[in-house]
């Protein structure tokens, strides 16, 4: 008999309290205004960057040398007479692939000592009193400034681009992961201890699944940074390398293949990036602000 | 295994000459002033007082969450020490994972147990199943309605086996007809689980409907002001709220608070 006045008045209130079934025509009406913004956006998009494209060909066919100087300057069709050449050289891919392997090895390494360093910084008062006066002196130094000591660190000028990567994404990485340590609801904490979680369970049941949308956000910036840095190093001291291709572009007067580097230098970055935020999301099925926040 | 199977031995609490005090020096605040209370094995107690007069810190206790400054808080006859799965907590606002789905939030005790992934799995939907969130297993929390959230928090809970069960005005964020709802339901699984509940809240109906004792508070530092048995008949049911007896008791209660 009490068994069903639970049921009974559990049934009621499902019932009238059950959100998500209704969910499903709501979101449905959603996704199709989320289509036409999506459309719109690509017009607007595709409207901006012609005529931007546009003015670059007026300019650089006409040489105008108001203020800026167009004389030298490879016009759009140019550029792309010079794509068909360059994915035809196997120089080319051999640039783009040791570019990524620095990628691959600098932010990876960054990306494991961040997140486990900003997770000891943010949980432990010890690792913060010993960790943080150090890493704030480093951290405003940029990562180009890093230069000259990592070709007198490293034996070999790869292992100093590494270094440099490295660099470049550690920060962002760490700080990211410190504030989401730290922003976690102190809680969610207590409630794993009083479930009977021990001090490793709430490190991984509770700090790093509760940081991670931060740690995301960071890793995501450290990719750009990471870039960024990768570059500036493989022009100064690289060999191979899309930094150097687009250097040596400059130093040969190829001026075309200066363009086409830079495009493929913002081309790897935004490829990158999104693969960091997609495996984010397929990481945290859980997380939407948007929903969180009603 | 059934939820009777579930079903752990009732834990009684005993509060000696308990004294909480919070911050030092002078801005040292004096939360509880000497608690004396002791509450029998499978007893549904409330403890009633204004808002803000240390009522969550008596919870806060018994969890082991708040160290005491002075005497000392026994579950069957052990010292509190420190916070553990045979004393559950509920609060206001759910303590859910929000990474975690309804399944995996309340499997979380049986997990940190060292259970095998199926039998807390069977374990975890057997008590979903039976509070009526069946439909629910995958759900995040951020999917579901303030009453169902509540109700997974209980069930994290209530997994583990707890002795006592602690809740700190768990119903009160939600509408009357939800609350309405989740007493009768905390009432239904206090018989069918026979533990010890201590009840915190400053509604008065809440109180008397669910409760064999009320313990009315003191503004702070919290003192027992006056505590008063329920004997009301059971199970109660919502007619029970507009029994004239219920009225009369309630209208006792009040007095007592505003005196």
């Not at chain 1, 180009?144 to 000591?149: D, N």
């Not at chain 2, 939360?31 to 009522?55: M, Y």
């Not at chain 2, 969450?65 to 509920?90: K, Y």
């Given at each position: 008999m009490i068994e069903q006045s639970v049921a009974s008045a559990l049934r009621t209130e499902v019932a009238e309290s059950?959100?998500?079934?209704?969910?499903g025509s709501a979101s449905s009406r959603a996704s199709h205004g989320a289509r036409s913004k999506l459309l719109r956006s690509f017009v607007i998009g595709g409207l901006s960057l012609s005529i931007w494209l546009g003015f670059w060909q007026l300019a650089s066919t006409y040489d105008?040398?108001?203020?800026?100087?167009?004389?030298?300057i490879p016009a759009p069709t140019e550029v792309a007479a010079a794509v068909t050449d360059l994915i035809t050289s196997p120089k080319f891919g051999s640039h783009v692939g040791n570019s990524l392997r620095r990628i691959l090895l600098g932010y990876s390494i960054a990306a494991v000592l961040a997140v486990g360093a900003g997770l000891l910084i943010g949980r432990f008062r010890l690792a913060a009193q010993a960790l943080v006066p150090p890493l704030e002196v480093l951290r405003?130094?940029?990562?180009?400034?890093?230069i000259p000591i990592a070709i007198l660190l490293f034996a070999s000028a790869e292992h100093s681009m590494i270094f440099i990567t490295f660099i470049g994404a550690f920060f962002p990485i760490l700080l990211n992961t410190i504030h989401g340590v730290e922003t976690l609801d102190r809680r969610l904490v207590s409630a794993s201890i009083s479930l009977g979680a021990g001090p490793f369970d709430v490190f991984r049941e509770v700090i790093l699944p509760g940081a991670a949308p931060s740690i995301v956000t960071g890793l995501s910036i450290g990719m750009g940074t990471s870039w960024f840095s990768l570059v500036t190093a493989e022009m100064i001291?690289?060999?191979?390398?899309i930094g150097y291709y687009t250097w040596e572009a400059y130093t040969l007067q190829n001026y075309p293949n200066i363009v086409l580097g830079m495009i493929a230098i913002g081309l790897l970055g935004m490829g990158s990036s999104f693969i960091v935020k997609w495996s984010g999301r397929k990481l945290m099925p859980w997380f939407e602000p948007a929903a969180s926040a009603t | 295994m059934s939820l009777e199977a579930l079903a752990p031995s009732a834990g009684s609490i005993a509060l000696s000459n308990v004294e909480v005090h919070f911050g030092?020096?002078?801005?040292?605040?004096?939360?509880?002033?000497g608690i004396d209370l002791r509450i029998e094995p499978g007893e549904f107690v409330s403890v009633l007082g204004p808002?803000?007069?240390?009522k969550s810190t008596i919870l806060g206790a018994i969890a082991g969450f708040m160290p005491v400054s002075a005497g000392d808080v026994r579950v069957d006859a052990q010292r509190v020490s420190a916070p553990g799965p045979d004393r559950g907590i509920v609060f206001q606002q759910h303590t859910l994972f929000?990474?975690?789905?309804v399944t995996h939030n309340v499997e979380f005790g049986l997990k940190m147990r060292g259970m095998s992934r199926s039998e807390r799995q069977k374990t975890a939907r057997e008590i979903l199943t039976h509070i009526g969130l069946g439909e629910f297993l995958?759900?995040?929390?951020?999917?579901?309605s303030g009453g169902m959230q509540q109700r997974v928090a209980l069930a994290r809970v209530l997994v583990n086996r707890p002795r006592v069960l602690l809740m700190d005005?768990?119903?009160?964020?939600?509408d009357a007809q939800t609350r309405l709802q989740m007493q009768q339901m905390l009432l239904a699984l206090w018989h069918e689980l026979h533990m010890t509940v201590v009840f915190v809240t400053h509604d008065v109906d809440e109180a008397l409907f669910l409760s064999d004792r009320v313990i009315v508070l003191t503004q702070r530092?919290?003192?027992?002001r006056h505590e008063f048995a329920?004997?009301?008949?059971?199970?109660?049911?919502?007619?029970v709220l507009t029994s004239t007896e219920f009225m009369a008791l309630k209208r006792e209660t009040l007095a007592l608070l505003l005196e």
């Amino acid at each position: 008999m009490i068994e069903q006045s639970v049921a009974s008045a559990l049934r009621t209130e499902v019932a009238e309290s059950a959100p998500p079934p209704e969910l499903g025509s709501a979101s449905s009406r959603a996704s199709h205004g989320a289509r036409s913004k999506l459309l719109r956006s690509f017009v607007i998009g595709g409207l901006s960057l012609s005529i931007w494209l546009g003015f670059w060909q007026l300019a650089s066919t006409y040489d105008w040398t108001f203020f800026f100087r167009f004389d030298n300057i490879p016009a759009p069709t140019e550029v792309a007479a010079a794509v068909t050449d360059l994915i035809t050289s196997p120089k080319f891919g051999s640039h783009v692939g040791n570019s990524l392997r620095r990628i691959l090895l600098g932010y990876s390494i960054a990306a494991v000592l961040a997140v486990g360093a900003g997770l000891l910084i943010g949980r432990f008062r010890l690792a913060a009193q010993a960790l943080v006066p150090p890493l704030e002196v480093l951290r405003p130094i940029p990562a180009v400034a890093w230069i000259p000591i990592a070709i007198l660190l490293f034996a070999s000028a790869e292992h100093s681009m590494i270094f440099i990567t490295f660099i470049g994404a550690f920060f962002p990485i760490l700080l990211n992961t410190i504030h989401g340590v730290e922003t976690l609801d102190r809680r969610l904490v207590s409630a794993s201890i009083s479930l009977g979680a021990g001090p490793f369970d709430v490190f991984r049941e509770v700090i790093l699944p509760g940081a991670a949308p931060s740690i995301v956000t960071g890793l995501s910036i450290g990719m750009g940074t990471s870039w960024f840095s990768l570059v500036t190093a493989e022009m100064i001291s690289g060999q191979y390398g899309i930094g150097y291709y687009t250097w040596e572009a400059y130093t040969l007067q190829n001026y075309p293949n200066i363009v086409l580097g830079m495009i493929a230098i913002g081309l790897l970055g935004m490829g990158s990036s999104f693969i960091v935020k997609w495996s984010g999301r397929k990481l945290m099925p859980w997380f939407e602000p948007a929903a969180s926040a009603t | 295994m059934s939820l009777e199977a579930l079903a752990p031995s009732a834990g009684s609490i005993a509060l000696s000459n308990v004294e909480v005090h919070f911050g030092e020096g002078r801005q040292a605040v004096r939360a509880l002033a000497g608690i004396d209370l002791r509450i029998e094995p499978g007893e549904f107690v409330s403890v009633l007082g204004p808002s803000g007069c240390g009522k969550s810190t008596i919870l806060g206790a018994i969890a082991g969450f708040m160290p005491v400054s002075a005497g000392d808080v026994r579950v069957d006859a052990q010292r509190v020490s420190a916070p553990g799965p045979d004393r559950g907590i509920v609060f206001q606002q759910h303590t859910l994972f929000p990474w975690k789905t309804v399944t995996h939030n309340v499997e979380f005790g049986l997990k940190m147990r060292g259970m095998s992934r199926s039998e807390r799995q069977k374990t975890a939907r057997e008590i979903l199943t039976h509070i009526g969130l069946g439909e629910f297993l995958n759900h995040y929390p951020h999917q579901l309605s303030g009453g169902m959230q509540q109700r997974v928090a209980l069930a994290r809970v209530l997994v583990n086996r707890p002795r006592v069960l602690l809740m700190d005005e768990p119903f009160c964020a939600l509408d009357a007809q939800t609350r309405l709802q989740m007493q009768q339901m905390l009432l239904a699984l206090w018989h069918e689980l026979h533990m010890t509940v201590v009840f915190v809240t400053h509604d008065v109906d809440e109180a008397l409907f669910l409760s064999d004792r009320v313990i009315v508070l003191t503004q702070r530092p919290a003192a027992i002001r006056h505590e008063f048995a329920v004997k009301l008949p059971r199970p109660r049911t919502h007619e029970v709220l507009t029994s004239t007896e219920f009225m009369a008791l309630k209208r006792e209660t009040l007095a007592l608070l505003l005196e």
